[in-house]
């Protein structure tokens, strides 16, 4: 692996470490329940949760908004962060369902971790992976989804491949991401939030 993508990789990281153990610090994204609800999601289901569950969301969008979760599904989350749709997820697919979280940053995990047993959400479970190396067999995963990871990835077609890999026939990648136009302004950036430096 080049230095360039282990620099880049160690910047993302220290960035995360930073929302999910100091989440109040300013950040040049937007970011905690306000931002949730703004996304779209339901601002009941996001008050609902304790703050210390939403507190450190940082996601771009909304993927559970794509396509309903149904009960029974099996989900992998990719760059689950702090866990807020793992755990969103958890609930929709109900006890014969099952959620796996994945993400590189050990402080996101431990917290989705802890999170999850704030929210006292059972059938959920995260780990400390990169994306391109999932915790699921070939073909046995229903949904994978996905909030703003995919533009940090150094290896995008390879990430892509490993969900390819664990989707069974039919099943769905609903993810919500930003490109990054090779005319938008330094005011337009400001202005939306920049996810990485
Ligand atoms: C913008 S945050 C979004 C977190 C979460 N999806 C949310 O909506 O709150 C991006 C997350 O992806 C993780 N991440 C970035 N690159 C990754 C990679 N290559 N593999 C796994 N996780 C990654 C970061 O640690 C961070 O928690």
């Not at 996101?108 to 802890?114: E, F, N, Q, R, S």
């Not at 073909?139 to 077609?157: A, E, Q, R, Y």
Request: aromatic content about 4%; proline content about 7%.
């Amino acid at each position: 692996m080049s230095e360039d993508v282990n620099e880049i990789k160690e910047r993302i990281r220290l960035r995360f470490v930073k929302v999910a153990t100091d989440p109040t610090a300013p950040q040049r994204h937007p970011h905690g329940p306000a931002s949730a609800k703004k996304l779209g999601y339901d601002p009941a289901e996001i008050d609902a949760l304790p703050t210390v569950v939403t507190e450190s969301f940082a996601g771009v969008g909304n993927p559970l908004g794509l396509h309903a979760l149904r009960p029974g599904e099996t989900v992998v989350d990719i760059g689950c962060g702090a866990g807020v749709d793992s755990i969103l997820a958890a609930r929709k697919v109900g006890p014969s369902g099952r959620v796996i979280g994945v993400d590189m940053t050990a402080e996101m995990v431990k917290k989705a971790t802890d999170n999850a047993v704030a929210a006292a959400v059972p059938n959920v479970e995260f780990h400390q992976r990169e994306a391109d190396r999932l915790p699921a067999g070939d073909g046995t995963v229903d949904v994978v989804i996905s909030n703003g990871v995919f533009n940090l990835c150094t290896d995008k077609p390879k990430v892509l491949a490993e969900v390819y890999r664990v989707l069974r026939p039919g099943g769905r990648l609903q993810m919500a991401d930003i490109l990054l136009n090779e005319t938008v302004t330094d005011e337009q950036v400001e202005k939306k939030g920049a996810w990485s430096d």
